[in-house]
């Protein structure tokens, strides 16, 4: 680097940047119609009041339908998946599609602590045991090599998250749980419209798959959720814990399954379609961007980007992820360079605050009586620790997040991004 030494922002020099960059969610007058409809039409959730029915129709249109129907059917045709299930939120989804697959109080669940809690919550809201492998320290994805050693006769599933959009690598994964006889939910949170080898989507390799729509995410809906299912059975059975165990044809007030209400509405589902709409063209705009600024990003002393699977078709780049190396950068840790990169004007995360078995809820006296109460001994959360460097590294001391919407910008945006960042690494360098 033979930039020269310019002061920094956060020591009272002038900011790299200070204009905003794009803001999130991107909206106007088609989602104030989409809702206004709604509102006009005074259908406000899925199903017929009275009649006990859920209004089923066969036009390929919106108006006179649910959107809900509509968005379900939109969703899963984009993904090219025979099913989709919308419900209020990605946990909630998640909470229905592990019981949905038949996780037991007591089974063991292998997944990723690099996650948002959700992915380890909803587990444990079903019973089940959380089971960590260690992530890939070059892509923050779990390491599917690790999988198969973590499995024992308590096993019932494997959750994956494609952090970041970033897509797992599912060959392994479901080789692995078909070996096994495990049922595979995909965490797909970060992964709308994630294309491998121009055929297949993320969040239709396992049996049943979640999105959620809130409002960071690449398809935002304030809160919102999706199941993708290509499974007759699965969908009827995660269908109808959705829908408070009910079942097609029967009586409204007959329950069939322990579950929950978890229906999206008409007005989430309005704004739903008009952003399906404008999702995979952002994505490919983000896609560009990507590459562009991760090209010049890697140039740069203390910075490596992660590695995307091989084979990635169409991204969604919901976070840009870069591995931060004090070592190369005058020993500055993380948190004081992030302060000094959000000083020059560019907005950056830390990130996940710890690993998921780190939270306290998971060894908490409440969580852990809860669990005796049934009969089931957690794990001791805490020596996970030792078994995942790679995840405590990420959460502690690496892991530097930029946000999606940075990159439905411009290229002088990008140039704007690589600026500050070689600004402050040329300071903190001295
Ligand atoms: C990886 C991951 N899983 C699950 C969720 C839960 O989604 P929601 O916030 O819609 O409940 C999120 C979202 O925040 C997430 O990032």
Same mark, same amino acid.
């Given at each position: ?10 020591r ?21 119609q ?17 009649t006990?029915?859920? !209004?089923?129709k066969t ?11 509509v ?12 099913y989709?299930?919308? +419900?209020?939120n990605?946990?909630?989804?998640l909470?229905?599609?592990l019981?949905?697959? &038949? ?6 669940? $292998?997944t990723t602590?690099?996650?948002?809690v ?9 019973? %089940? ?12 994805? $779990? ?7 973590? $499995? ?24 692995i749980?078909?070996?096994h006889?495990?049922? +595979? +939910? ?6 709308? &419209? ?7 989507f ?5 049996? *049943? ?8 995410? =690449? ?15 699965l ?9 408070l165990?009910? *079942?097609p ?10 579950a ?32 562009? *600024? ?17 084979? $990635?078709?169409?991204?969604s ?7 931060? =190396? ?5 020993g500055v840790?993380?948190a ?12 950056? *995360?830390? %990130?996940?605050?710890?690993? =998921? ?8 006296? !409440?969580?852990r ?35 999606h ?10 140039d ?9 690494i ?5």
């Amino acid at each position: 680097m033979t930039s020269p030494v310019q002061q920094l922002a956060v020591r009272g020099g002038t900011p790299h940047r200070t204009t905003p960059f794009t803001k999130w969610p991107v909206h106007d007058e088609a989602e104030v119609q989409a809702v206004t409809d709604v509102v006009r039409s005074g259908k406000w959730w899925r199903c017929a009041y009275g009649t006990g029915e859920l !209004e089923k129709k066969t036009a390929d249109q919106v108006a006179g339908r649910s959107r809900v129907e509509v968005f379900e059917e939109r969703f899963a045709a984009a993904h090219r998946a025979k099913y989709g299930i919308a +419900v209020t939120n990605g946990s909630a989804a998640l909470d229905i599609a592990l019981r949905a697959v &038949g996780v037991q109080p007591g089974d063991e669940v $292998i997944t990723t602590p690099y996650t948002f809690v959700s992915t380890s919550m909803c587990i444990m809201n079903n019973f %089940g045991v959380p089971v960590y492998a260690d992530i890939d320290p070059t892509t923050y994805n $779990i390491d599917a090599s690790q999988i198969e050693s973590l $499995i024992t006769e308590r096993t019932k599933a494997i959750v994956p998250v494609h952090f970041s959009g970033n897509l797992c690598d599912m060959e392994r994964i479901m080789a692995i749980a078909r070996r096994h006889g495990l049922a +595979v +939910v995909e965490d797909a949170a970060h992964a709308h &419209g994630v294309e491998y080898q121009g055929k297949q989507f993320a969040g239709t390799f396992g049996d *049943l798959n979640c999105f959620s729509f809130q409002e960071s995410k =690449n398809l935002p809906t304030g809160e919102g959720g999706m199941i993708l299912t290509n499974s007759d059975t699965l969908y009827e059975t995660a269908f109808s814990m959705h829908h408070l165990g009910r *079942l097609p044809g029967e009586v409204w007030y007959k329950h069939f399954h322990q579950a929950w209400n978890a229906r999206m509405n008409e007005f989430t589902a309005a704004i739903g379609i008009v952003q399906l709409g404008r999702m995979f063209e952002q994505n490919a705009r983000r896609m560009e961007n990507h590459t562009y *600024l991760m090209e010049r990003l890697a140039q740069l002393p203390g910075i490596t980007p992660c590695v995307n699977l091989p084979g $990635i078709t169409k991204h969604s780049h919901h976070l840009q992820m870069l591995r931060y =190396n004090a070592a190369e950068v005058g020993g500055v840790p993380r948190a004081e360079f992030l302060k000094a990169l959000a000083a020059e004007g560019i907005p950056c *995360l830390a %990130g996940y605050t710890f690993p =998921n078995y780190g939270n306290p809820f998971m060894t908490s006296d !409440e969580t852990r009586s809860r669990y005796r109460a049934a009969g089931i001994e957690l794990p001791d959360y805490r020596a996970y620790a030792e078994r995942c460097p790679h995840t405590e590294r990420a959460c502690y001391h690496e892991a530097v997040w930029l946000e999606h919407r940075l990159l439905l910008g411009t290229r002088q945006d990008m140039d704007d991004i690589v600026g500050a960042f070689t600004k402050v690494i040329t300071a903190f360098r001295g």
